[in-house]
């Protein structure tokens, strides 16, 4: 049977927590942030987590995590 990849780009965005649930930066934090109100802002600091049915996915790229 051969090697199982990591998919790099999905490794690079998103992780596993320690109970299996992945778990992404929210989109729009490289720049421009400033004309951002406080609360995008402080809702922009926050991860998301991911759904179930996604999780799966990204399970599978994701082997060696």
Do not use: C, W, Y
């Amino acid at each position: 049977m051969p090697k199982l990849k990591t998919n790099k780009s999905a490794a690079k965005r998103i992780r596993i927590t320690k109970n299996g649930k992945a778990v992404k930066i929210t989109a729009g934090q490289g720049h421009f942030n400033s004309r951002e109100s406080g609360k995008t802002k402080m809702n922009k600091r926050r991860d998301v987590s991911l759904s179930k049915s996604a999780t799966k996915v990204i399970k599978k790229q994701l082997p060696h995590k």
